[in-house]
């Protein structure tokens, strides 16, 4: 089986612009949230968010390009690059045939279709529609858009299974160059889903958390007074590559993929399973796929919302997996730093996977104030400080509505 590697990375988020500034913000336990300012939310349940700050995208694409391009898609195209860049490709050598991009995105175009559809209804007499409508609103425009640019002409398509979309893409893409259908993948996921529509929705839903007056301390993964998710916006990719290809040419290697799961918990439209028991099987389904034993697992980069239901659920299942192991492992949730960024949590909390193997700390959960009675104590959930730990398996959840479950184990590269 050809063995699968990660030569780049790129990281647009909430709690840093790059990379590199991402990791930092990840050691300093930043938060990401505040007002929103992309909108008006006076009216609104909730008025905050984890937005991206200082972000111009004119410095990375003129502005014609960028208004035929919704955020998410301009998200991914800016990531993508930061990746590609950091991996060292020769666009002069590598075979474009051979190169593929697989992104996943929960909600696609979500401010192009608020926008564009609203205003064109405002119209009197025949609506007005913008000509790039369509492909801007659509999810698989984006690793469109980065075949586009650079001539990649092997597999590529979009993945969207909400919030799991992301660790789908990254899933999809592994498995392509397993395969043996392609040699590299640019691969990631992004969401821009800082809109009306969709804090107004998952508001309704009673989703979100409303700590309007401390908005920074609001996403509390596992504590006590935890009252919803926190919307977050960014983006995040990685180069996948077949290990042999990536030695050929001399690339630095930041980890290996070794090991991927899917599942379904066939339970309920948004509420997981009770006793995790879709979260059980696939951490299982991707040890098993690892070639691995569950006490291997040093790290878990959880779902971690900051749900009452959900964080209990995943709890359960890692209890269930790792057994008296469990007491080995850090856990932590990074979207007490950044928010949940939806389809595109997966590929940031990934990144997060393979800053902590090659920079030996455990990312922090933050906004730790009361204990949970229903959590074990002797869980370590790495609360408040980030750890310094040598890390060389890590293992990232996602789930999403639908009862989506995605794995994926990263391991310290070995030649």
């Known amino acids: 089986m050809r063995r699968v590697v990660i030569t780049g990375l790129g990281a647009l988020t909430p709690i840093g612009n790059t990379y590199s500034e991402y990791v930092s913000g990840l050691k300093a336990g930043k938060?990401?949230?505040?007002?929103?300012?992309?909108?008006?939310?006076?009216?609104?349940?909730?008025?905050?968010?984890?937005?991206?700050?200082?972000?111009?995208?004119?410095?990375?694409?003129?502005?014609?390009?960028?208004?035929?391009?919704?955020?998410?898609?301009?998200?991914?195209?800016?990531?993508?690059?930061?990746?590609?860049?950091?991996?060292?490709?020769?666009?002069?050598?590598?075979?474009?045939?051979?190169?593929?991009?697989?992104?996943?995105?929960?909600?696609?175009?979500?401010?192009?279709?608020?926008?564009?559809?609203?205003?064109?209804?405002?119209?009197?007499?025949?609506?007005?529609?913008s000509p790039f409508l369509i492909p801007k609103l659509i999810g698989d425009i984006a690793p469109g858009?980065?075949?586009?640019?650079?001539?990649?002409?092997?597999?590529?398509?979009?993945?969207?299974?909400?919030?799991?979309?992301?660790?789908?893409?990254?899933?999809?893409?592994?498995?392509?160059?397993?395969?043996?259908?392609?040699?590299?993948?640019?691969?990631?996921?992004?969401?821009?889903?800082?809109?009306?529509?969709?804090?107004?929705g998952f508001s309704a839903m009673k989703a979100m958390s409303e700590r309007n007056d401390d908005p920074m301390t609001a996403s509390r993964p596992f504590d006590k007074d935890r009252d919803g998710f926190v919307l977050g916006e960014g983006a995040g990719a990685l180069i996948l590559e077949e290990l042999e290809h990536a030695k050929r040419r001399g690339a630095v290697i930041y980890g290996e993929l070794i090991g991927t799961g899917m599942t379904a918990d066939a339970y309920h439209m948004t509420a997981p399973h009770p006793e995790g028991l879709g979260a059980k099987n696939v951490m299982s389904s991707a040890i098993r796929d690892a070639g691995i034993q569950p006490a291997e697992v040093e790290y878990v980069n959880v779902h971690g919302t900051?749900?009452?239901?959900?964080?209990?659920?995943?709890?359960?299942?890692?209890?269930?997996?790792?057994?008296?192991?469990?007491?080995?492992?850090?856990?932590?949730?990074?979207?007490?730093?950044?928010?949940?960024?939806?389809?595109?949590?997966?590929?940031?909390?990934?990144?997060?996977?393979?800053?902590?193997?090659?920079?030996?700390?455990?990312?922090?959960?933050?906004?730790?104030?009361?204990?949970?009675?229903?959590?074990?104590?002797r869980l370590n959930f790495t609360f408040n400080e980030a750890q310094e730990r040598k890390i060389n398996v890590a293992l990232s959840n996602t789930f999403g509505f639908g009862g989506h479950n995605a794995s994926v184990i990263i391991k310290r590269f070995i030649g």
């Open 31 to 129: 938060s990401g949230a505040g007002p929103i300012t992309k909108f008006d939310p006076e009216l609104f349940k909730v008025r905050f968010a984890c937005e991206i700050k200082d972000f111009d995208i004119e410095k990375f694409m003129p502005r014609k390009d960028a208004r035929r391009l919704d955020s998410f898609a301009q998200y991914a195209m800016v990531t993508a690059d930061e990746a590609i860049l950091m991996s060292g490709l020769d666009m002069e050598k590598v075979d474009h045939d051979r190169v593929g991009v697989i992104w996943g995105t929960g909600i696609g175009g979500f401010e192009t279709t608020e926008h564009d559809i609203t205003e064109a209804a405002g119209w009197a007499g025949e609506p007005r529609y």
């Open 145 to 200: 858009q980065i075949s586009i640019k650079y001539g990649f002409r092997g597999v590529n398509f979009g993945t969207v299974s909400a919030c799991a979309s992301s660790t789908h893409a990254i899933i999809s893409s592994f498995d392509n160059i397993r395969l043996g259908r392609a040699d590299v993948v640019v691969t990631g996921g992004s969401e821009a889903a800082v809109v009306k529509a969709s804090v107004g």
């Open 306 to 377: 900051s749900t009452p239901l959900g964080d209990i659920a995943e709890v359960k299942a890692i209890q269930a997996v790792f057994g008296d192991a469990a007491y080995k492992l850090n856990i932590s949730s990074t979207k007490s730093m950044t928010g949940h960024l939806l389809g595109g949590a997966g590929a940031v909390e990934a990144l997060a996977c393979v800053a902590a193997i090659n920079e030996g700390f455990i990312p922090p959960t933050i906004n730790h104030f009361t204990d949970d009675p229903d959590f074990d104590p």
